[in-house]
T-cell receptor, first 114, second 111 residues
Framework: DGGITQSPKYLFRKEGQNVTLSCEQN?????MYWYRQDPGQGLRLIYY???????QKGDIAEGYSVSREKKESFPLTVTSAQKNPTAFYLC?????????????FGAGSRLTVL | RKEVEQDPGPFNVPEGATVAFNCTYS??????FFWYRQDCRKEPKLLMS???SGNEDGRFTAQLNRASQYISLLIRDSKLSDSATYLC????????????FGAGTRLFVKA
């Protein structure tokens, strides 16, 4: 079955450490996204990529970095510069055309900073 | 003001009840609209798209009022399994980066 795989599902980090969240999709989607979800808030866009080797900042990119070296993969690094990184991180993908606004999500990664 | 606003709830209803969720969006350029369902500590999943003429999928009916910038979701004959958070979504162009999610409305269906 096609889908999006995120890992790890749960992650604990000490302050000052960088962590990288993995996102892999086999849906053959061109576009991929990273969102952050906090309690009582809607999903907020961190970064997105519409094509390999290209990505754009979303609404809350500060303290995060991404890469898009392969169509299937869009890893997110949460750096020590992110002041409040504890959150639920969701990776998503969509076709570039025909249903481009319909997002398919991975199961999420829950990051806790100790 | 949030771009997509929803009543956070929670809505507590008995099985078999009809429940309606409302949502407003502020960007008049929004073109596509959706409802997603999110179970506790899980990812959002597409429930249904919302069309101008209104559309129905089984017990679920979605309505769009462009003049009022208002979207609704009606659930008839509620089931225990309908308990979840329902996210209202508006997109102003082509591409997921144009997609704005509401904070969600929490629904609890009780036996």
């Amino acid at each position: 079955d096609g889908g999006i795989t995120q890992s790890p599902k749960y992650l604990f980090r000490k302050e000052g450490q960088n962590v990288t969240l993995s996102c892999e999709q086999n849906l053959n989607h061109d576009a991929m996204y990273w969102y952050r979800q906090d309690p009582g808030q809607g999903l907020r866009l961190i970064y997105y990529s519409q094509i390999v080797n290209d990505f754009q900042k979303g609404d809350i990119a500060e303290g995060y970095s991404v890469s898009r070296e392969k169509k299937e993969s869009f890893p997110l690094t949460v750096t020590s510069a992110q002041k409040n990184p504890t959150a639920f991180y969701l990776c998503a993908s969509s076709p570039r055309k025909g249903g481009a606004n319909v997002l398919t999500f991975g199961a999420g990664s829950r990051l806790t900073v100790l | 003001r949030k771009e997509v606003e929803q009543d956070p709830g929670p809505f507590n209803v008995p099985e078999g009840a009809t429940v309606a969720f409302n949502c407003t969006y502020s960007n008049s350029a929004s073109q596509s609209f959706f409802w997603y369902r999110q179970d506790c500590r899980k990812e959002p999943k597409l429930l249904m798209s919302v069309y101008s003429s209104g559309n129905e999928d089984g017990r679920f009916t979605a309505q769009l009022n462009r003049a009022s910038q208002y979207i609704s979701l009606l659930i008839r004959d509620s089931k225990l399994s309908d308990s979840a958070t329902y996210l209202c979504v508006a997109a102003s162009g082509t591409g997921g980066f144009k997609t704005i999610f509401g904070a969600g409305t929490r629904l609890f269906v009780k036996a």
